[in-house]
């Protein structure tokens, strides 16, 4: 039997149906609001006059990368990994996908 599947947005001021999800932020904090498209208008025109004049900036967050792993760690990942499967080098960089999950299975 076939199922289907249908999400319908609420509007978060009037409870009716949103139309859209906006994203804005303000003061470091970071929102999302479903509204209609009524809704949504009345929204953007409340910050219209700032809008104009503020400037736009872009994210220079990072998602912080694993530390690769060193000396003898890198030794006992190898022996792990061939000791389950994976293919891997006597020598060289080890892949990051192998350490991360010798790390969960070693956790």
Partial sequence: MAQRVKIILVDDVDGGVADETIRFGLDGNNYEIDLSAENAQKFRGAFEEYITVARRVTSTTRTPKRAAAKGQDTAQIRKWAQENGYKVSSRGRVH????????KANS
């Fill in 96 to 103: 990051a996908d192998i350490i991360e999950a010798y790390h």
